[in-house]
């Protein structure tokens, strides 16, 4: 296989210099192909095996603008190349066959295919392959920009604190669970995404810090108004591209936007709900983490859910302390033990919902839950789980961490959205002080930022959102605040094995998270967001271990991207800051 | 003979192949992609196309030998081989082709058979006439 050398973009007006990669297993089309495509003034690069063509196009995330393939390939199933590489690398693919049945047509098509082309194939008909690749950018920066900044910047100073304990991740390390498709393809075989954490090189590295930023921006702009230029502009990191925070947005949209598909628990149910008081009776059985495993304790370490004004709700060092109320939430890293959560999640879903006691503090959402109170706060669910004492339930609750063996990279997200507009995620502590809540959902939120505007609260404006899918028991009013003495949440999201994953816990408005950095504690082996509500005054609770068993698996399956193959909410919250691509 | 007698008689040879159906339109795509860059393109691609199927031709032959008979892997294999044949623009193998195809899907073993026989003759006499073919271009383009 000719295998070129790497083509940057040419500065040429587009599409000159567009860079293809044809993958065929017939040398005769390749040589056509090839030809044709050089005549249309477009860099191209041949590949004769599929398999080759996914290392290669892995490998040089950055290199190539579109795919085209042939459906019959000797070494992978065409449609299968075709998902893996909308999935992982988002680049418009195209099939070709010299078989034109509407069948295998419509096959291409919903595997997400952009184009179907019929062998022969005429020179004319690949002159109007850049369309695809302009289409799909023009998708990207569709939401014109708007208006201010302002609080970014604030929060970016406030947020750079956030930086102990961040650990990056790479873009190959997380599994995109892009899933362009409408097909009810939710049988994502986590083993799928094994594959994918081979890659090695990722395009851009979405550091915690630098997903921190882009959620700021996100936040400023205004969910709605977004854009990449917009965003890149409020981030101000130089290095990065317009494009870079093009492709990561859409992950993001995504990913929010699955999280809202909320309805059935499925997988997503990625309430982080850690529990102070998780009921498993509850209806809202909102649990994010929701792994089959038991939850240990081993590594939770005990997460402040301030409500009283304790500080950080996740910590990720070792302190635990348990006041009354106040309990400290560490999440533990998920790692590898993190099993294919969305059927674990799927199934804890069917478990009650642990939702925390009116007292306390976490509660996993999960999208059964139904929205009980607005997410006051989010949690901040650090890779290990915190020990959360449940009040109702047993320790194990807490045994999350061992459902979340993360590696030790804890990422924080922290995002602080102080806009009701932008209906990220909100987590609704399902507490029973719906006035706390409601004041935190929107305006309590809002507080978020006060000192410490590190956090990143998401909320979910719409009850529709994650809401409806994720109960949150008893979300603890501001619980947490990371922001020091504001309901800030954290978002932490844990990551799967793939230690791409940061666990993403909001917490709770009164959060009095002096040590707003260790609420930020992503983990990055928690897969899962894990959307902890935490009522007011009370710190977590306990977490159901199958709570954070299901979330767990959850997680793992939980493709680092925002793009997750499932339909239901996975994240139910998070992801917004810890959105590491 | 002199330069415009060879170019006439390469046009008609040419014009010949097209006319008895050995060539289809693909061929003209071909030569429309030759360039000063691949002066010999399209027979540089013909010339791919003939040693690559043949790799296929011989899968298939020891396939049709076999019994019973795979038709799933002859189908496949011929699906395979066609998008080949379409790449040259090869219409009447490509014919056979679709005639072996439709065989295959009746499980029709011995029309499978005959159909092959005739398919590899017809790709036996395409690739002699491009052979004469070829080599008139290039006698003519020496001329130049």
Redesign the interface.
């Known amino acids: 296989m000719e295998c070129s050398g790497f083509c940057p973009p040419r500065s040429d007006a587009f599409p000159v210099g567009l860079r293809v990669l044809v993958v065929d ?5 390749l ?2 192909l090839e ?2 495509l050089k ?1 249309c003034s477009y860099e191209v690069t041949t590949c004769g095996l599929a398999r080759e063509a996914l290392d290669l196009l892995r490998e040089r995330k950055d290199g190539f603008d579109i795919v085209i393939s ?1 459906v ?1 390939m000797p070494d992978m199933d065409g449609f299968k190349l075709l998902e893996r590489v909308g999935i992982e690398l988002d680049l418009p693919v195209i099939m070709m ?3 034109g049945e509407t069948s295998r047509v419509m096959k291409g098509v919903q595997h997400g295919a952009c184009d179907y082309l019929l ?2 194939i ?2 004319k008909e690949l002159k109007n392959i850049w369309q695809h690749v302009f289409r799909k950018r023009i998708h990207e920066v569709k939401e014109t920009d708007s208006d201010c900044l302002e609080e970014i910047q604030i929060m970016s100073g406030s947020l750079s604190e956030f930086a102990n304990d961040y650990y990056s991740f790479s873009m190959g390390d997380i599994c995109s669970a892009k899933k362009r498709r409408k097909d009810a393809e939710n049988k994502h075989d986590d083993r799928e995404y094994s594959d994918i954490s081979s890659i090695k090189k990722p395009r851009v590295v979405w550091t915690v810090d630098l997903h921190q930023k882009f959620v700021k921006a996100v936040n400023q702009i205004g969910f709605d108004k977004v854009g990449p230029k917009k965003i890149l502009d409020l981030m101000g990191v130089p290095w990065l591209t317009r494009e870079n925070v093009a492709s990561h947005l859409q992950k993001y949209r995504l990913y929010l936007s699955r999280l809202q598909k909320g309805g059935e628990l499925e997988d997503t149910s990625f309430a982080g709900v850690m529990g102070a008081d998780v009921h498993p009776g509850d209806t809202a059985d909102n649990i994010f983490l929701q792994s089959p495993t038991k939850v240990q304790h081993n590594d939770v370490r005990n997460a402040n859910c301030g409500t009283s004004g304790k500080k950080r709700p996740v910590q990720n060092n070792d302190e635990k302390v348990h006041d009354g109320g106040k309990k400290e939430f560490d999440l533990v890293p998920v790692t590898e033990q993190m099993k294919p959560l969305r059927r674990d999640v799927l199934d804890s879903k069917k478990r009650s919902n642990q939702c925390l006691s009116s007292g306390n503090s976490f509660q996993l959402l999960s999208s059964d839950v139904p929205p009980t109170d607005p997410f006051a706060s989010q949690y901040l669910w650090t890779a290990e789980y915190p020990q959360i004492q449940c009040k109702q339930e047993s320790k194990s609750h807490l045994h999350l961490e061992n459902k979340f063996n993360l590696s030790p990279k804890i990422q924080q997200n922290t995002r602080v959205n102080t806009t009701p507009a932008s209906s990220y995620f909100s987590f609704r502590p399902a507490n029973k002080k719906p006035d706390d809540l409601a004041d935190l959902e929107v305006q309590g939120i809002r507080e978020a930022p006060q000192g410490a505007s590190k956090v990143d609260l998401f909320t979910i404006q719409s009850k529709s959102h994650l809401t409806s899918s994720q109960q949150y028991g008893q979300i603890p009013s501001p619980a947490w605040s990371i922001m020091n003495g504001s309901s800030a949440a954290d978002h932490i999201l844990l990551d799967d094995q793939l230690a791409q994953r940061n666990i993403v816990v909001s917490s709770g408005s009164d959060f009095s998270s002096k040590d707003t950095e260790s609420l930020n504690h992503v983990l990055q082996g928690v897969h899962q967001p894990i959307n902890v509500g935490i009522q007011e005054g009370q710190s977590f609770e306990c977490i159901d271990p199958e709570l954070l068993a299901a979330v767990t698996p959850l997680y793992v399956s939980l493709k680092f991207d925002y793009e997750y193959s499932f339909d239901s909410m996975e994240y139910p919250v998070l992801d917004q800051s810890l959105f590491i691509v | 003979m002199d330069r415009n007698q060879m170019n006439r008689q390469l046009a008609n040879m040419r014009k010949a192949l097209f006319d008895q159906g050995y060539l289809d339109e693909q061929f003209v795509q071909l030569e429309e992609l030759q360039d000063d860059a691949n002066p010999n393109f399209v027979e540089e691609v013909v010339t791919l196309f003939y040693r690559d199927s043949a790799r296929l031709i011989q899968t298939m032959d020891q396939t049709l030998e076999r019994n019973p008979l795979d038709f799933a892997k002859l189908d496949n294999n011929m699906h395979q081989f066609t998008g080949s044949c379409s790449s040259i623009g090869a219409k009447k193998v490509k014919h056979e082709c679709s005639q072996f195809r439709e065989y295959c899907r009746q499980r029709n073993g011995e029309g499978c058979r005959r159909t092959f026989q005739q398919m590899k003759k017809e790709y036996a006499i395409l690739k002699k006439k491009l052979e004469v073919y070829f080599q008139y271009v290039r006698q003519v383009a020496l001329l130049k």
């Open positions: 297993d017939d040398p005769t089309w040589k056509i030809k044709m005549k042939d019959n066959s010299v078989d062998k022969p005429r020179m």
